[in-house]
């Protein structure tokens, strides 16, 4: 098993018969010792694991297309670990769920937050990991279901409407019958007219739509959909532990402060996202006019959004914890600190590289008790020893 910045006896052994470094050589070491991915793809995307010792863990392809995991550091480090995605068993007792979740991604070769999802929707509504699990996964596909039709609605309805027709309530509530839908297709003839398609297509295109949102939803929807939901707790998420940073007295406020920033930088990034797709669906006639650009663009900004968000449901899980003292706050705020999603480098918007760099900035200045300020590593020669005596004083040892 490989870690990211190379630490562990081999590699002190073989620093112990290199020339020793210079100050800059120690510096492109630390550069390097950073877990920094540049791409959503070199980041990964979690996999929903119900063994604790995985918890944000995550899948991606190595460089011959084949599946492995990178691990947070066990021991509360910055480093991270990565080995081949069928070496999971051999480094943690996996529960039925997680070793059939892993068989499920194996095979399927998921790597997508979308594709990962759907994975674990598939496994977890069979009951395998528990009843609670089951009946997480059959709210989120329950929402998910409204929010497509009411998407289908709301589009239908602003489609006909910039063709010059209007559908009524009685036609609505049939919508779905073969009767309705033959209906909605005469009424979307005005609709056609001006998209160059015919009726049929139009109506494909808008289910279609109301598929692909099912995640996100529409703006003008009163429940919305599973990523929008998250991208406002996210934001209030950020405001929340950025107070309760600037007023606490503890060890942790630090990384309270540098939890906002990341949260804050995420969701403002995925917010200019989610700007665009409202501007795409404000105007449907348009978009069904261009179908083959627009439903490319569209797709690929509901990805990009699967991928800053990917990640923060669990952060928010554990700050839920905190706020109904299920957890000390002082807790998870370490453990919020140490598995923080961070937007990787090169997938940053022009509107948000000043703030990209200073929370990098933030996050390489990280310092904890006994831990090499440039490398991240534990300084051996800090770490005190069972045998070692603390003089605290005339009279006072503490052994």
């Given at each position: 098993?490989?870690?990211?910045?190379?630490?562990?006896?081999?590699?002190?052994?073989?620093?112990?018969?290199?020339?020793?470094?210079?100050?800059?050589?120690?510096?492109?070491?630390?550069?390097?010792?950073?877990?920094?991915?540049?791409?959503?793809?070199?980041?990964?995307?979690?996999?929903?694991?119900?063994?604790?010792?995985?918890?944000?863990?995550?899948?991606?392809?190595?460089?011959?297309?084949?599946?492995?995991?990178?691990?947070?550091?066990?021991?509360?480090?910055?480093?991270?670990?990565?080995?081949?995605?069928?070496?999971?068993?051999?480094i943690t007792s996996l529960s039925i769920h997680d070793r059939t979740l892993t068989e499920i991604?194996?095979?399927?070769?998921?790597?997508?937050?979308?594709?990962?999802?759907?994975?674990?929707?598939?496994?977890?509504?069979?009951?395998?990991?528990?009843?609670?699990?089951?009946?997480?996964?059959?709210?989120?596909?329950?929402?998910?279901?409204?929010?497509?039709?009411?998407?289908?609605?709301?589009?239908?309805?602003?489609?006909?409407?910039?063709?010059?027709?209007?559908?009524?309530?009685?036609?609505?509530?049939?919508?779905?019958?073969?009767?309705?839908?033959?209906?909605?297709?005469?009424?979307?003839?005005?609709?056609?007219?001006?998209?160059?398609?015919?009726?049929?297509?139009?109506?494909?295109?808008?289910?279609?739509?109301?598929?692909?949102?099912?995640?996100?939803?529409?703006?003008?929807?009163?429940?919305?959909?599973?990523?929008?939901?998250?991208?406002?707790?996210?934001?209030?998420?950020?405001?929340?532990?950025?107070?309760?940073?600037?007023?606490?007295?503890?060890?942790?406020?630090?990384?309270?402060?540098?939890?906002?920033?990341?949260?804050?930088?995420?969701?403002?990034?995925?917010?200019?996202?989610?700007?665009?797709?409202?501007?795409?669906?404000?105007?449907?006639?348009?978009?069904?006019?261009?179908?083959?650009?627009?439903?490319?663009?569209?797709?690929?900004?509901?990805?990009?959004?699967?991928?800053?968000?990917?990640?923060?449901?669990?952060?928010?899980?554990?700050?839920?914890?905190?706020?109904?003292?299920?957890?000390?706050?002082?807790?998870?705020?370490?453990?919020?600190?140490?598995?923080?999603?961070?937007?990787?480098?090169?997938?940053?918007?022009?509107?948000?590289?000043?703030?990209?760099?200073?929370?990098?900035?933030?996050?390489?200045?990280?310092?904890?008790?006994?831990?090499?300020?440039?490398?991240?590593?534990?300084?051996?020669?800090?770490?005190?020893?069972?045998?070692?005596?603390?003089?605290?004083?005339?009279?006072?040892?503490?052994?």
């Amino acid at each position: 098993m490989a870690t990211a910045n190379g630490s562990g006896a081999d590699g002190a052994a073989m620093a112990g018969r290199r020339a020793p470094e210079t100050a800059s050589q120690k510096a492109a070491r630390a550069r390097r010792s950073q877990y920094e991915p540049s791409t959503f793809l070199e980041r990964g995307t979690v996999v929903p694991f119900t063994t604790r010792a995985l918890a944000q863990c995550r899948v991606r392809l190595d460089d011959r297309e084949r599946l492995e995991v990178v691990l947070p550091g066990f021991s509360g480090g910055k480093s991270v670990y990565v080995t081949a995605w069928a070496s999971l068993p051999d480094i943690t007792s996996l529960s039925i769920h997680d070793r059939t979740l892993t068989e499920i991604v194996s095979r399927e070769k998921a790597v997508s937050p979308t594709d990962i999802r759907r994975c674990w929707l598939q496994l977890a509504t069979t009951g395998i990991g528990g009843q609670a699990l089951a009946e997480q996964s059959r709210e989120e596909l329950a929402l998910a279901a409204e929010v497509r039709v009411s998407t289908r609605v709301m589009l239908l309805l602003d489609t006909v409407r910039r063709g010059g027709g209007e559908i009524g309530p009685e036609l609505i509530a049939a919508i779905n019958t073969p009767d309705g839908k033959e209906k909605v297709r005469a009424v979307l003839a005005g609709t056609a007219d001006r998209t160059g398609l015919d009726p049929l297509a139009v109506d494909w295109h808008i289910e279609e739509l109301a598929a692909l949102l099912g995640t996100l939803g529409l703006r003008s929807l009163p429940e919305p959909g599973r990523l929008r939901g998250l991208h406002t707790r996210m934001q209030e998420f950020a405001h929340a532990i950025d107070n309760w940073a600037r007023t606490t007295v503890s060890d942790g406020a630090h990384i309270g402060r540098f939890s906002a920033m990341s949260a804050e930088h995420s969701a403002a990034v995925a917010g200019r996202a989610i700007v665009e797709v409202d501007r795409l669906l404000a105007d449907p006639i348009r978009l069904m006019s261009s179908w083959e650009q627009s439903h490319t663009v569209l797709r690929s900004y509901l990805l990009r959004i699967a991928w800053l968000l990917d990640g923060w449901d669990y952060v928010l899980r554990i700050w839920d914890d905190a706020v109904a003292e299920r957890m000390a706050i002082d807790v998870a705020v370490t453990e919020i600190g140490r598995i923080i999603p961070i937007v990787p480098a090169r997938e940053v918007d022009a509107d948000g590289g000043r703030r990209s760099v200073e929370l990098f900035r933030e996050y390489r200045s990280r310092v904890r008790i006994f831990e090499d300020w440039l490398s991240g590593d534990l300084d051996d020669e800090l770490i005190p020893r069972p045998d070692a005596t603390v003089k605290l004083g005339p009279g006072r040892n503490m052994s």
